[in-house]
């Protein structure tokens, strides 16, 4: 299974709303990522979990808020966001560099979940 | 991260070869050459990697030049479906995992019938 799964596919929320998107891999990746892309433009990182840990933010307001609760889930939790929030929100993963030779530790990105704030 | 410059926007006819360009004329002796490709509204696909031997997989093949400061991706039969935006991206193995990949702009590759 080289799947990571995105629910919903699609959201529509008001600014005063709380959701979340949940992402989902069974590969065995330890390393886990959230990516923003707005249209028209490429993906930028938002969040990378290693071993289930925080590793990086790229400096994202506290609206958003992740979790990573176990090696297979990532969530991503969403409290008054702006309409300029709207955008695509793509889950990743990828094996952590263990240094065995012939590993590409490519990302695996998940269809994204269609974010619109209204 | 080495910057990667690539044209905006390429055209090809179905059945022939896309050769898609990327300049990294930056890139240091540990930095892999990756692409992806983002079918429209989809995640970002991998598609092939390499350091400095020419690259081939089920997808595409990749030539990277002796002083590797440039490549090409090439799609040896393009389709309908190889219609996407791809993205030369250069990165270290160990950086490639666990941390951020730097999308540019990428090209945008339009395959005709």
């Known amino acids: 299974d080289t799947e990571v799964t995105q629910t919903p596919k699609h959201l529509v929320m008001g600014m005063t709303n709380k959701k979340s998107l949940k992402c989902e891999q069974h590969?065995?990746?330890?390393?886990m990522y959230w990516y923003k892309q707005k249209a028209k433009k490429p993906p930028e990182l938002m969040f990378v979990?290693?071993?289930?840990?925080?590793?990086i933010n790229e400096s994202v307001p506290s609206r958003f808020s992740p979790e990573c609760p176990n090696s297979s889930l990532l969530n991503l939790h969403l409290h008054a966001l702006q309409p300029e929030d709207s955008a695509l929100y793509l889950c990743?993963?990828?094996?952590?560099?263990?240094?065995?030779?012939?590993?590409?530790?490519?990302?695996?990105f998940g269809p994204g979940t269609r974010l619109t704030v209204t | 991260d080495a910057k990667t410059t690539q044209p905006p926007s390429m055209d090809c006819a179905e059945g022939r070869a896309a050769n898609l360009p990327c300049n990294h004329s930056t890139i240091s002796g540990n930095e892999y050459v990756y692409w992806y490709r983002q079918i429209h509204s989809q995640g970002p696909q991998y598609i092939i990697h390499?350091?400095?031997n020419n690259e081939t997989n089920e997808m595409a093949s990749l030539i990277i030049t002796e002083d590797r400061k440039s490549s090409t991706l090439i799609l040896p039969h393009a389709t309908l479906r190889d219609t996407a935006v791809y993205y030369c991206?250069?990165?270290?193995?160990?950086?490639?995992?666990?941390?951020?990949?730097?999308f540019g702009e990428g090209t945008q590759l339009t395959v005709n019938p």
């Open positions: 979990y290693s071993y289930e840990k925080l590793s």
């Open positions: 990743a993963s990828s094996p952590l560099y263990s240094g065995t030779s012939g590993t590409s530790y490519e990302q695996y």
């Open positions: 390499g350091l400095k």
């Open positions: 590969m065995g990746h330890r390393a």
């Open positions: 991206i250069v990165k270290s193995i160990r950086e490639a995992s666990g941390s951020r990949l730097t």
